[in-house]
């Protein structure tokens, strides 16, 4: 029900321009997230000090799953940048933008991240915020402010989807150009599977690292390298051309380990 009152909802319409003035807003509660993490370690840290059950460094395959995660998240960035406004066709202008974008992604998710570890150790959860009490004023607000973010990116990254679907289906990627008939037909297939996913997964980590080690590995890892040697056509007796193509391999193998990972979480989360 609640998605589709909102969410989905957010989806149907051709023009979104709505989610321009929401972007703001979404810039400021991702700020306000930032610093209340950062608040709660400048004020907690120093009086209760580091959580007993925090463990200084660990290696085992479940940190593909992880990757697969964090990877996903700083792809997003790239693939909806060119979908919110389009673009100035200048590549140094773009990676100043993608640039720009990775490193914040980076700063608001790990840093974050981090700070709830330390203060939760082996008792954190998934979704961090719910390790702080319900009567926090300030984690009050911004599990208001986040919810906010979650529901207006939900459509903002379903443009993407749709532009694939409408061009699959009905050899158009101008899904608004589409009459109603047809574009039901989209909305439905870009809205179904997500719902369904939603239906049975008690939290969202396990359809994160699947589609991040699917989707984010092969974009960030795999695709890149051999894009570069058809771009620079470079030739097979050229360092960097086995060095591309050693990254390429990595990114194979980390894809298939990580969703690996993947998929036995997502069967231990739907086992309980």
Same mark, same amino acid.
């Given at each position: ?42 004020? !907690?840290?120093?009086?209760?000090? *580091?959580?007993? %059950? =925090?463990? #200084?460094?660990?290696? &085992? $395959? ?88 979650? !529901?207006?990116?939900?459509?903002? *990254?379903?443009? %993407? =989807?749709? #532009?694939?679907?409408? &061009? $699959? ?94 998929? *036995? ?8």
């Amino acid at each position: 029900v609640y998605a589709f009152v909102l969410p989905i909802a957010m989806t149907i319409p051709r023009n979104m321009t709505f989610l321009g003035y929401i972007s703001f807003f979404c810039f400021v509660a991702l700020i306000l997230y930032f610093g209340g993490m950062c608040y709660k370690a400048i004020a !907690v840290l120093p009086k209760q000090g *580091i959580n007993p %059950s =925090v463990e #200084t460094c660990t290696f &085992n $395959l479940g940190i593909f799953n992880a990757l697969a995660v964090h990877v996903l998240c700083y792809s997003l960035t790239g693939v909806i940048i060119p979908i919110v406004k389009n673009m100035v066709p200048s590549v140094h202008k773009r990676f100043v933008a993608f640039g720009i974008s990775f490193f914040s992604a980076c700063l608001v998710i790990i840093i974050p991240s981090v700070i709830g570890y330390l203060l939760f150790g082996a008792e954190s959860q998934a979704l961090i915020l719910n390790n702080f009490d319900d009567s926090d004023p300030l984690f009050i607000i911004i599990r208001a402010a986040i919810f906010v973010v979650l !529901v207006t990116s939900y459509p903002v *990254i379903g443009l %993407s =989807v749709l #532009t694939v679907v409408s &061009n $699959l289906l009905y050899k158009s990627e101008d899904h608004q150009a589409l009459p109603w008939s047809k574009r039901a037909v989209c909305l439905t297939i870009e809205n179904g599977l997500p719902l369904i996913i939603a239906l049975f997964l008690p939290n969202a980590r396990p359809a994160l690292a699947i589609g991040g080690a699917l989707g984010g590995g092969v974009t960030n890892f795999i695709l890149p390298p051999l894009i570069y040697i058809k771009i620079n056509n470079t030739k097979p007796k050229q360092p960097i051309t086995w060095a591309m193509i050693a990254f390429c391999v990595f990114g194979v193998i980390a894809s298939a380990i990580a969703t690996y990972e993947a998929v *036995i979480d997502a069967i231990e989360q739907l086992s309980k």
